[in-house]
């Protein structure tokens, strides 16, 4: 079982729609967890981190975060086709026990085609 | 503030040789980590660097190595290069306080390297 396994897609929503990505991971000592976005050919971006249960928005992203079910997802609003990339879920164990310095663990990605 | 930047872009080398891979973070990051990109593996952690000290290191073969400098840059060295070697290295900054929650990373554009 990998430590992070995200919904293998592809995704493909049309423009304007929601877009759900979704995550769940093994290692109940992760504390932290990230959305980045890659597009082709280019590194990852930070999209959004999360600490807490519940959610948390920014713009039309909204990440939300469930800890009991061990489960974080990422919605997109109103879906454009730029949003078009592959979309990394990471988490992080805190730093306490110090093998965790610098550490995030990545899903394989979902990528996520918005057709206009 | 001016991003994370990665020398060179691209590399192209023989099996049996070595490389050098540069990465400068941003401005007062003092954290630097490495992940190494496949298709197959997705992203991997190398190690990261904090203060010229490696304070943890992944599940890479010895070949892999790294240093940090005092104004924070980072070089990875990787020796008696194989084939399965080609990959998108990224490099990683990060505040990094070493305290509670691990702090978000912010990636370089990535040194594409081709083992021929």
């Known amino acids: 079982q990998k430590e992070v396994e995200q919904n293998s897609g592809p995704l493909s929503v049309p423009e304007g729609a929601i877009a759900s990505l979704n995550c769940t991971y093994s290692d109940r000592g992760s504390q932290s967890f990230f959305w980045y976005r890659q597009y082709s050919g280019k590194s990852p971006e930070l999209i959004m981190s999360?600490?807490?249960?519940g959610d948390k928005e920014d713009g039309r992203f909204t990440a939300q975060l469930n800890k009991a079910s061990q489960y974080v997802s990422l919605l997109i609003r109103d879906s454009q086709p730029s949003d078009s990339a592959t979309y990394l879920c990471?988490?992080?164990?805190?730093?306490?026990?110090?093998?965790?310095?610098?550490?995030?663990?990545f899903g394989q990605g979902t990528i996520l085609t918005v057709h206009p | 503030k001016a991003g994370v930047t990665q020398t060179p872009r691209y590399l192209i080398k023989t099996r049996g040789q070595q490389v050098t891979l540069s990465c400068s973070p941003i401005?007062?990051?003092?954290?630097v980590s490495w992940y190494q990109q496949t298709p197959g593996q997705g992203l991997q952690f190398l190690f990261e660097y904090f203060s010229e000290t490696q304070r943890n290191k992944g599940n890479f073969p010895g070949r892999f190595s790294g240093r940090q400098f005092s104004n924070s840059r980072s070089e990875m060295n990787v020796s008696t290069l194989e084939l399965g070697d080609s990959a998108l290295y990224l490099c990683?900054?990060?505040?990094?306080?070493?305290?509670?929650?691990?702090?978000?990373?912010?990636f370089g554009p990535g040194t594409r390297l081709t083992v021929l």
């Open positions: 401005s007062g990051h003092r954290s």
């Open positions: 999360i600490y807490s249960n």
């Open positions: 990683a900054s990060s505040a990094s306080s070493g305290r509670g929650l691990i702090d978000e990373q912010f």
């Open positions: 990471a988490g992080a164990r805190s730093y306490a026990g110090g093998t965790s310095y610098g550490k995030l663990t």
